[in-house]
C-alpha cells in the first residue's frame, strides 16, 4: 500500500517521488543529485508524513548540495515570510507587473466607484487594459482564498466599471484576485463565469505566480538561505526587498550588521539565484 501524506490543508494523498524529484530538479538540482535527494527521502518517509518535513528533509539536503537550489526550493515558504516582517505582499506584485513591463503601475490607490470609494492594492495597465488587483496574503500554507472574497471583489470591480463608463473612459475595467497560496474550487469556477481573473501559486496552469516569479526571477530576500531570519527582517526594513536588490546595494548588507566573509557568501548565493545559468 502507498505511503500517504498529509498536505498542508489536510487532504491525504499518495506520496509522489516523482513530484519531489521534479520540484528538486526544477530548484536547479542535476538529475543525479535530485535522484539521490529523493531516494534518501524515501526511506525516511512513514504513513501520514506531513508534506512540511518532506519539504523539510529535502530543503536541507538540498542546501548541502547548492544553497541557491535550495533558495528556489524555498520560494513559497520565502514569500510567506513577508507575513512576520510586515513587508505588504501588494508592494512585491507591483515589483513583479513592472518586471514584467506592464504601466502605470500604483499601490495601496483610492479609486471612486459609482456609489462609494474602494480601496485597491495594485493598479496597472495592460495596454488598452487596466487592472484593478486585490492582493490576499496568507501566512498559512494550507488557508485558501474562498468564494466570499471573488464575490466582493467582483462587486467592487463592476462599481469601480461603471464610474469609468459613466466618465467615458476609454480602455477595459478588469479585475483581478492574487493569492500566494490556492483558491477554492468554488472560488474559480465564480471567477471564470463572471469574468474575473485569478493568479495564484498553482493557477492559472503555465502561467502560475509561481512560474512568474521564476520566469522573471524575481526572488525575494528571505529566500537567501545564507541569512538568518533577523538579518532578513533588517534587509526588508531598508526596503531591501529582493534578491538583485542586495546586488545593487552592498551598503545594505553592512547596515544589516553583515560583513566580511559572512557579506561575500550572501552576494554570491544572491548571484548565482539572480543570474541566469544552465543546471548545476
Not at 208 to 221: A, D, F, N, S
Request: glycine residues 8%.
Amino acid at each position: 500500500m502507498a505511503i500517504q501524506v498529509a498536505k498542508a490543508d489536510g487532504v491525504r494523498e499518495p506520496f509522489d517521488p516523482g513530484k519531489l524529484r521534479g520540484s528538486l530538479s526544477r530548484a536547479g538540482a542535476a538529475p543525479e543529485a535530485a535522484e539521490s535527494i529523493a531516494k534518501d527521502i524515501e526511506g525516511k518517509l512513514y504513513d501520514g508524513i506531513p508534506t512540511h518535513e518532506i519539504y523539510a528533509a529535502a530543503f536541507k539536503e538540498l542546501r548541502d548540495h547548492r544553497r541557491h537550489a535550495a533558495a528556489r526550493y524555498s520560494l513559497k515558504r520565502a514569500v510567506v515570510e513577508f507575513g512576520p516582517s510586515g513587508f505588504p505582499f501588494e508592494q512585491y506584485l507591483g515589483k513583479l507587473f513592472k518586471a514584467e513591463g506592464f504601466l502605470d503601475i500604483a499601490v495601496d490607490q483610492i479609486i471612486q466607484g459609482a456609489c462609494v470609494e474602494h480601496e485597491v492594492d495594485v493598479v496597472y495597465r495592460d495596454g488598452d487594459k487596466h487592472f484593478y488587483t486585490e492582493a490576499k496574503f496568507h501566512n498559512t500554507l494550507g488557508f485558501k482564498t474562498d468564494l466570499k472574497t471573488v464575490l466582493y471583489v467582483k462587486a467592487r470591480i463592476d462599481d469601480i466599471r461603471d464610474a469609468a463608463n459613466a466618465k467615458g473612459a476609454k480602455g477595459e475595467t478588469c479585475g483581478l484576485v492574487v493569492t500566494n497560496t490556492k483558491f477554492t474550487s468554488m472560488a474559480i469556477a465564480y471567477a471564470s463565469c463572471k469574468g474575473l481573473e485569478l493568479l495564484s501559486w498553482d493557477y492559472p496552469e503555465q502561467h502560475t505566480l509561481h512560474e512568474r516569479i521564476e520566469q522573471m526571477k524575481l526572488y525575494p530576500v528571505t529566500a537567501l538561505t545564507s541569512l538568518s531570519q533577523h538579518e532578513k527582517t533588517a534587509l526588508l526594513s531598508q526596503k531591501i526587498v529582493l534578491c538583485k536588490d542586495v546586488l545593487d546595494d552592498t551598503r545594505a548588507l553592512a547596515a544589516a550588521g553583515i560583513q566580511g566573509a559572512r557579506a561575500e557568501k550572501v552576494l554570491a548565493e544572491a548571484g548565482a539565484l539572480c543570474i541566469p545559468e544552465g543546471k548545476i
